[in-house]
């Protein structure tokens, strides 16, 4: 596995000639695809063909059926359109075309003939000849072929056969055979092995990465500890934990024992408001807490905070990993029309069978949670310790949900790369397992990453303004979880993962035990081979699997304009005037509550180490809880009610509590007031907002009307036509201006780009901005007529970074290309100043503050401790 | 701020007593010094009115209230807060006829009395003498009002209580309707030919719309001064077979009237049925029903199949029955229900069966769809008044035919058509005079409605309209104002219009028609009736572009499918034979031809249709199956603030829309100035974003966008109490940053 960034860019210079190495010598390709047509992966073969074959296709394709040769490789069953264009050579290998399966994520395999249905099993053999062949698979897709009656017979009996004998693993393990089929020739491997690493992502694979994390989020009062780095404390967990500043490594040893499979309690995220986000697995009872120990679990608990420290339980009311499984199945059946078990839900009750799969009540749960979660980071500091039994279904779950409502860097697509690999990826979210690629683990298997992409499908479908990424992105995403061939995805945790990698460098002796440790059908079963394992590619390597068409349609056509940081001259007003906070933080330091049911408790047992007494550290937790109870009892009704619902409205829509109304600044009457990017997105969850992830679990279904008409691809949505008549309109005025070249009106000046703009690579605070947030690719960002120095990367093409350098440029030219934006602020008169940004129309408006003055997150350092930025108008 | 904190009914519970805050109790003080009066319209004369009538918000558990001042005029109830008006919000979308807090006469479709906490359903009639102590009123437009006349005087509470349900409850008669005394003091300009809207009152705009469609059919005005029949239209178009004699024998049942015609000669023809008894008994009857089936066959020479529609759609009063069960999930007295009706949502919305009406008769209209387009055939739907399904299924199918209907004059004309020159029973259907059988009451218009709207949902660019225009036409059926939605008939509206009448001249003549939406909206409101991604197909003449469609529909057919019946004369008898027969058995049977609808053909049809790259000027098909109906969430959610997405929801996308055309728009103009004129000719015109700008960027969106129903007094209370927070010493985090969303959130 690669890491670190100064490789990535040698080896991205290598790419071409790698290339050719690799293409130039595969005669055996080049003859296979005069032959078949099928363009092969080096060392992939063809175990049978059948010709004459017509594919259906799918509502979403267009529906109708498509004429040529079906192939069946060891790695994948591919259909070759007779009319197709000859494939480019020089392409990077893609692992499977648009009309491919790979075998991998066959579900079923149904050959119908004549007058029969016949499910396929490697062991079963047919006794007619199958007209068609119906292949069902893992990610809901169905596939179905016809057999021309030209076909030889033999050829469509064999490949049934073919297809139904290698699409299964027959014994625990035999998941390598695809990758080594997909991956494992020498030419793949170096291919593999030199692809570049996505730079603008987070991999939180090293201390670095950490650290740029937390300097992202502004956390202070962390750091990296390698005390894990070599997996002693906690197999589980990765390499790299972060942990409060203040407790030492020694002292960090001796917590991992109270926690079950040593998942100590980590940070995740800072909420700019000064919460941190914490995961943790339960507590181990049945330990003798030592006096010192409980110091230790203290520190580590509380984090950076002193004061409050909420524990979010995730055990109870979220649904267990066999509870979606059983409502997946549920929802795949109502949603495939399986042939095999004929059930059809009428019209007129698919809503009510849709309800009695609780699929959607599982999402809103998880989206409540979350968003319960968020509504408590953002009262502001205080640190919230998610906590499940251990910490890596629902934890995981919960917590990068929370970020994306909260965090619009998440809702790019770098972000959410970066948070996959951060809350699941790295910190061991048994994807091996629930994905059950061997489906030798059935008990284990539960689509609990597929939740989540729901769960973020909603908040998508709600605010779709709000995302950068786009719903095809999350589609790709879900559709990469069931092909066995990601690193990302063939581990339970980051352990495994690096093993595998030290394996194939050979550069790595196993401690002793290790291989007694591995879980049951983990990689090491397949020992013989593990030496010629291929290096497993990551998914976010989307090169190898998509073409540049479907890669484009990842992100929004017309991205939302990237958050403008708070403003710190509100924060700081707000913080200041605000003592009080400060000394009941203090007085009432480390008092712990349960958050569970939607509402707080602070039972005995909470913390184990903690003996009686509700909030149990001092007087002051005493004090705490007893305003807690006093409270608790003289709001009875609202518990009746149903519980985030009341808490979103609250954190939407309360009045200001008195105390504060008065150092808060003067609201802004009628116009509103900025939007906040750092408010949490909160969803909806009532029935009528809760919808049906149709493009995903829908697009299986063959018959014709599951499908409204797709928009081809050659007659683009409006939308997107529009976004390039504003992309070809810039090109034009560019090149009109350039032929004018001195139109010194008013009006030029409008539309002037912004100056170029220089990278300071030092200044880390924009360097984040840069890499993250700030950087949309979209095709208007990219049709800015770009200034004639050449100096100005991709970061000068975007108008938004024209605030970032507005120090160089005048007042005038910073009111960027946004004609629009400035034209609707014009009429806005008390939209003037820094703290007025419009998030969701048009380009923000322009600024000229100096960049370096505008965190992106608040920064700590200036912060009296204890202190809670508000964000006010 | 003369909210009050506690309510009434439930002071008693300790849990409402936190939420007052002082400041509240001493506003409610210094509240009425002076009654208000709402500005009235012309014509609107003030029955009764109370001051001091507390009105809830929906959120039942603080109970708060706005103290005002209660009126009944002879158009409305309105409501008059004591709030100072300068808190009054600024809404975009101000209605002009009626505020936010009004409830047109019409408009209220139940009124319910509380009386020491039991519920009772007031009806026209009752003796009504014991004041409840709780009025909550259901309006048609799903709005729900609460007040309390308990802090009245007793006279004012008496007088205003016993207004409102004389008024709003009991049968009245078309005259007294506030459209009579309004237009007699307005004077509305005779519409410029409402923007090339083709009204059907005249001869011509039926010429033109044959011609239009090259329908080859006879232009009938036999009938201009109802000699002929007050059941049939002043104009109509018949097969040209059909005779002068032929017009008359059974008042207009049975006679085929033209529709709409495709451009390869086959045609839509709706007719009234004749009553199944006459139908199997008298000779005369059948005889006359086979020869009106041979004109409509003869008017082109390919087959013709009719349908009954009796027979397979729902009857008007399960339309009915359905939408009583399928509203009552949208109003939403206190919160507390809708979160018991949200446990068991999507099973409860299958149960009232409403979007499975809609669904059918989507299915049917893709069926007569089918006919024309696939089998070049003529279709003759028929039902017992031929103005009820008949219109629904026969506009929702040349909707998703004929791209002309789908702009915004096109479907206003469509509209004047079927509805109310087809005459459609909008006075009964729609009681508008609170009549109490209430058999004859349906929201038939309203099933067409939400037809366009499954249609707009998912074909949303090949719509001039929006989904708001859609809503607020469905308002404004309960109107009194408009003499589109008043008469049963245009037999009926030219009793009323003509000169002879007592309020002459032509008093209700001058009533504007609904589709002139300045009466209700300023321009800056109606831009929101645009589709900012419509756009109009290249403006090639007309001649072409027929030829193009006829072309392009021509190489439609499927292999296997595309079978033509042969022009022969003799097959065609056969088929006449075959009629006979049928009906000398029996009545008509469904399609005679076709298969068993909903079988594998039309599914067939649906997916050929799909193969093909989507035009959006071109043949429409909408999704109906089980996934694909969804709530029509605008009309239907936008007062319940439960389900208000705020900064979210399709609206954000359109606004982001709107910035988008503006930019473009914008680069035009300098370009232009730059570049000259030569260059921006060649370009095809971009329609204008409206208004120059973006609704967007001055207000909060959410997701019920042009609707507001969300005022900073509305407040809800944490399921983890703000004094809790406090405790918990995060300090009123929560509530802190909400001051500025409640700001905000009122805005829109």
Redesign the interface.
């Known amino acids: 596995m690669l890491t670190g960034s100064k490789t990535t860019f040698k080896v991205r210079q290598m790419v071409p000639d790698m290339k050719e190495r690799m293409l130039s010598p595969s005669g055996l390709n080049a003859r296979s695809r005069d032959m078949f047509g099928l363009r092969c992966l080096p060392g992939e073969c063809v175990l049978q063909r059948a010709v004459l074959v017509r594919k259906k296709?799918t509502?979403r394709e267009?529906?109708?059926w498509l004429a040529g040769t079906l192939f069946c490789t060891h790695f994948r069953v591919s259909f070759v359109p007779q009319d197709s264009p000859k494939p480019d050579d020089n392409a990077d290998p893609v692992l499977l075309g648009e009309h491919d399966v790979a075998l991998a994520s066959i579900e079923k395999v149904v050959a119908v003939g004549p007058s029969r249905t016949k499910l396929v099993t490697p062991n079963s053999s047919l006794k007619f000849t199958p007209e068609e062949l119906v292949l069902y698979c893992r990610d809901l897709r169905v596939i179905c072929f016809l057999f021309d009656r030209l076909t030889p017979d033999t050829q469509a009996v064999e490949i049934t056969y073919t297809i139904a004998k290698t699409y299964q693993p027959l014994k625990p393990g035999c998941v390598l055979a695809f990758q080594n089929a997909a991956l494992g020739s020498v030419e793949m491997k170096q291919f593999l092995s030199n692809r570049r690493r996505d730079g603008q992502m987070n991999w939180f694979e090293s201390e670095d990465e950490w650290e740029r994390e937390l300097e992202r989020c502004g956390a202070k009062g962390w750091r990296v500890s390698t005390v894990n780095d070599r997996f002693e404390m906690s197999t589980s967990l990765p390499r790299y934990n972060v942990v409060p500043q203040r407790v030492l490594d020694t002292e960090l040893k001796r917590t991992f024992a109270h926690f079950n499979e040593g998942r100590i309690p980590r940070w995740s995220w800072r909420h700019p408001?000064g919460s941190d986000l914490l995961r943790m697995s339960s507590f181990q009872n049945n330990i003798y807490h030592e006096k010192d120990d409980t110091r230790n679990l203290e520190l580590v608990l509380f984090g950076s905070q002193w004061?409050?420290c909420?524990v979010v339980d995730l055990g109870e009311e979220m649904p267990s990993p066999a509870d979606l499984q059983l409502a997946h199945s549920r929802l795949r059946a109502l949603c495939l029309g399986d042939i095999s078990n004929s059930v059809t839900?009428?019209?007129?009750?698919?809503?009510?069978t849709?309800?009695?799969t609780h699929w959607?009540d599982y999402t809103r749960c998880c989206l409540r949670k979350a968003g319960e979660v968020a509504?408590?980071l953002?009262?502001?500091?205080?640190t919230v310790a998610l906590q499940e039994s251990e910490d890596r279904d629902m934890g995981c779950l919960v917590s990068s949900l929370v970020q994306v409502m909260c965090d619009p860097h998440c809702r790019t697509q770098e972000g959410f790369q970066g948070l996959v690999q951060k809350e699941w990826v790295m910190s061991g979210h048994r994807f091996y397992s629930r994905l059950n690629y061997h489906r030798d683990n059935d008990k284990e298997e539960a689509p609990v990453f597929l939740l989540f992409l729901d769960c973020v499908w909603q908040l998508w479908s709600?605010?779709?303004?709000?995302f950068q990424l786009t719903d095809h992105f999350l589609l790709a995403l879900y559709d990469s979880t069931h092909l066995p061939l990601f690193s990302s995805f063939l581990a339970n945790c980051h352990r495994e993962r690096c093993k595998r990698t030290q394996h194939l460098t050979q550069t790595y002796t196993p401690v002793n035990g290790w291989r007694d440790v591995l879980p049951r059908g983990g990689l090491s079963l397949s020992s013989p081979t593990d030496s010629v394992d291929p290096p497993l590619p990551s998914v976010w390597d989307w090169a190898l699997q998509y073409g540049g068409r479907r890669l484009s349609r990842f992100t929004q056509p017309?991205p939302p304009t990237p958050p403008t940081p708070p403003p710190p001259v509100v924060l700081n007003g707000n913080l200041n005037t605000n003592p009080?906070?400060r000394r009941?933080?203090d007085t009432?330091q480390g008092?712990v509550?349960l958050l569970s049911r939607?509402?707080?408790s602070s039972p005995t047992n909470l913390l184990p180490w903690r003996g009686g007494g509700g909030g149990g550290g001092g007087g002051g937790g005493g004090v705490?809880a007893a305003?807690?109870k006093?409270?608790?009892r003289?709001?009875?009704?609202?518990?009746s009610?149903?519980?985030?619902?009341?808490?979103l409205?609250?954190?939407?829509?309360?009045?200001?509590?008195?105390?504060?109304?008065s150092t808060?600044t003067s609201?802004?009457?009628?116009?509103?007031?900025p939007?906040?990017h750092y408010?949490p997105?909160l969803?909806?969850l009532?029935?009528?907002?809760m919808?049906?992830w149709?493009e995903c679990y829908?697009r299986g279904v063959l018959?014709?009307?599951?499908?409204?008409?797709?928009?081809?691809s050659?007659?683009a949505?409006?939308?997107v036509r529009?976004?390039l008549?504003?992309q070809q309109?810039?090109e034009?005025?560019a090149l009109?201006?350039a032929s004018?070249s001195n139109?010194s009106s008013t009006?030029?000046t409008?539309?002037k780009p912004p100056p170029p703009r220089h990278r300071r690579p030092d200044a880390n605070l924009n360097q984040n901005t840069n890499n993250g947030t700030f950087l949309f690719p979209a095709p208007r960002a990219q049709a800015r007529p770009v200034p004639p120095a050449p100096t100005s990367s991709s970061s000068s093409s975007n108008p938004k970074t024209s605030r970032v350098n507005s120090s160089a440029s005048s007042s005038s030219s910073s009111a960027s290309s946004?004609?629009?934006?400035s034209?609707?602020?014009k009429?806005?008169p008390s939209a003037g100043g820094s703290a007025k940004h419009?998030f969701?129309?048009?380009p923000p408006a322009s600024s000229a503050q100096d960049p370096r003055a505008e965190p992106r997150y608040y920064p700590n350092a200036k912060l009296p401790h204890g202190d809670?930025p508000?964000?006010?108008? | 701020m003369s909210a009050l904190g506690a309510a009434c009914g439930k002071a008693a519970?300790?849990?409402f007593v936190?939420y007052v805050?002082p400041e509240e109790i001493k506003a409610e003080k210094d509240f009425g010094k002076q009654d208000k009066t709402p500005t009235l319209l012309p014509g609107e004369v003030v029955f009764c009115g109370a001051s001091k009538v507390l009105r809830y918000r929906q959120d039942d558990?603080s109970q708060r209230g706005l103290f005002g001042t209660l009126v009944c005029t002879n158009f409305r109830l309105a409501f008059v807060s004591d709030q100072d008006p300068s808190e009054e919000?600024?809404n975009l979308f101000r209605n002009k006829m009626y505020g936010e807090d009004d409830i047109p006469l019409a408009c209220v479709d139940n009124i319910y009395g509380v009386y020491e906490d039991k519920r009772k359903l007031l009806t026209g009639g009752m003796v009504k003498n014991k004041i409840p102590s709780k009025l909550v009123i259901h309006c048609k437009d799903l709005r729900v009002f609460q007040f309390t006349l308990t802090y009245c005087l007793g006279e004012e509470a008496k007088r205003i209580f016993q207004g409102i349900t004389h008024h709003c409850l009991e049968p009245k008669s078309l005259r007294n309707l506030f459209a009579f005394s309004f237009c007699e003091l307005n004077s509305f300009p005779e519409m410029k030919r409402q923007q090339k809207t083709l009204m059907f009152e005249v001869l011509d705009d039926w010429a033109q719309d044959l011609n239009r469609l090259r329908g080859a059919c006879r232009l009938v005005d036999e009938n201009a001064e109802f000699g002929l029949s007050p059941n049939l239209p002043q104009f109509f178009i018949v097969p040209s077979n059909v005779s002068e004699a032929d017009l008359t024998p059974f008042q207009g049942h049975g006679l085929p009237m033209w529709c709409w015609s495709h451009p390869s000669g086959c045609a839509l023809f709706k007719t009234s049925a004749l009553p199944a008894a006459v139908l199997q008994e008298d000779p005369v009857a059948q005889a006359y029903m086979e020869k009106m089936l041979t004109a409509v066959a003869h008017n082109y020479l390919f087959s013709v199949k009719t349908e009954d529609l009796s027979d397979t759609l729902p009857s008007v009063s399960e339309v009915q029955l359905a939408y009583n069960k399928f509203k009552l999930f949208f109003l939403i007295e206190n919160?507390?229900d809708?979160?018991v009706?949200?446990v068991?949502?999507?099973?409860s919305?299958?149960?009232c069966?409403w979007?499975?009406i809609v669904?059918q008769c989507l299915q049917k209209a893709m069926e007569v769809v089918e006919c024309l387009e696939k089998e070049n055939a003529n279709v003759l739907i028929m039902e017992e008044g031929g103005s009820d399904l008949c219109c629904v299924i026969s506009s929702l199918a040349q909707l998703m035919l004929d791209p002309f209907y789908r702009t915004l004059t096109g479907f206003q004309s469509l509209v004047q058509k079927e509805w109310v020159a087809g005459g459609h029973r909008f006075t009964e259907r729609l009681n508008q005079l609170h009549l109490k059988d209430k058999e004859e009451v349906s929201p038939v218009f309203l099933l067409f409605l939400e037809g366009v709207m499954v249609l707009l949902s998912?074909?949303g660019?090949s719509f001039q309209f929006t989904e708001t225009y859609l809503t607020v036409l469905s308002d404004s059926l309960h109107l009194p104002v408009f003499s589109t939605f008043l008469f049963n008939s245009q037999h009926h509206r030219h009793i009323y219009t003509q000169a002879e009448s007592p309020h002459s001249p032509g008093s209700v003549g001058r009533c504007p028609v609904v589709w002139d939406w300045s009466v209700q909206f300023d321009c800056k409101a109606q831009e929101l009736f645009i589709n900012p991604?419509y756009?109009e197909k290249s403006r090639t003449p007309r001649a072409s572009q027929r030829s193009q469609l006829h072309k392009h529909q021509r190489h439609l057919s499927l292999p296997g499918s595309g079978f033509k019946l042969s022009p022969k004369r003799g097959f065609f008898k056969d088929e006449a034979d075959s009629l006979k027969k049928i009906l000398r058995v029996k009545r008509l049977s469904r399609w005679m031809l076709s298969p068993e609808p909903g079988s594998s053909s039309s599914?067939?049809f649906?997916?050929?249709?799909?193969?093909r790259?989507?035009d959006y000027h071109g043949l429409?098909?909408?999704?109906?199956?089980?996934?694909?109906l969804?709530?029509w969430?605008q009309r239907y959610?936008r007062w319940v603030q439960?389900?208000?997405?705020?900064?979210?929801?399709?609206v954000?996308?359109l606004?982001?829309?709107?910035?988008?055309?503006?930019?473009?728009n914008?680069?035009?103009r300098?370009?232009d100035?730059?570049?000259g004129a030569g260059?921006s000719t060649a370009r095809p015109q971009?329609p204008r974003a409206p208004g120059?700008?973006?609704p967007?960027?001055?207000?909060?969106?959410s997701?019920s966008f042009p609707f507001s129903g969300l005022r900073s007094s509305?407040?809800?209370?944490?399921?983890?109490?703000?004094?809790?927070?406090?405790?918990?010493?995060?300090?009123?985090?929560?509530?802190?940053?909400?001051?500025?969303?409640?700001?905000?959130?009122?805005?829109v």
């Not at chain 1, 839900?345 to 009510?352: F, G, H, I, T, Y």
């Not at chain 1, 409205?649 to 105390?659: F, S």
């Not at chain 1, 946004?818 to 934006?821: D, G, L, Q, R, T």
Request: some cysteine; hydrophobic content about 35%; overall charge negative.
């Open positions: 296709l509502a267009g529906g109708g408001r004061s409050l909420v839900v009428p019209d007129d009750k698919w809503l009510s849709l309800e009695s959607l509504c408590l953002r009262g502001g500091h205080m709600q605010f779709p303004s709000r017309v009080d906070i009941m933080s009432v008092s509550f939607g509402s707080f705490a305003v807690y006093r409270s608790h003289r709001a009875p009704s609202s518990e009610l149903s519980g985030l619902e009341r808490l409205k609250a954190t939407a829509l309360t009045d200001a509590p008195q105390g504060l109304t808060s609201t802004t009457g009628p116009q509103g007031s939007l906040d408010e997105l969803p909806l009532l029935g009528p907002c919808r049906v149709k829908l018959h014709a009307q599951a499908f409204s008409h797709p928009v081809s050659n007659h949505h409006p939308v529009l976004a008549e504003v309109l810039h034009q005025l009109a201006s004018s139109s009006a030029s409008i539309n946004s004609s629009s934006s034209a609707a602020h009429d806005h419009t969701l129309f048009g809670r508000t964000i006010g108008s | 519970k300790a849990s936190s805050i558990v919000l600024v919160t507390t809708f979160w009706s949200d068991k949502w999507l099973s919305l299958d149960g069966g979007l499975d669904r998912q074909y660019p991604l756009t599914r067939d649906y997916q050929a249709w799909q193969g790259p989507l429409l098909l909408p999704c109906v199956d089980g996934p694909w969804r709530l969430m959610l439960e389900v208000q997405i705020f900064g979210g929801g399709l954000t996308v606004s982001r829309v709107y910035g988008l055309l503006e930019e473009v914008a680069l035009r300098e370009l100035h730059r570049g260059r971009r120059g700008e973006a967007g960027p001055q207000v909060r969106l997701s509305s407040s809800y209370k944490p399921s983890i109490p703000d004094s809790l927070l406090h405790g918990l010493g995060g300090g009123g985090g929560l509530g802190e940053g909400g001051e500025e969303l409640d700001d905000a959130g009122s805005v």
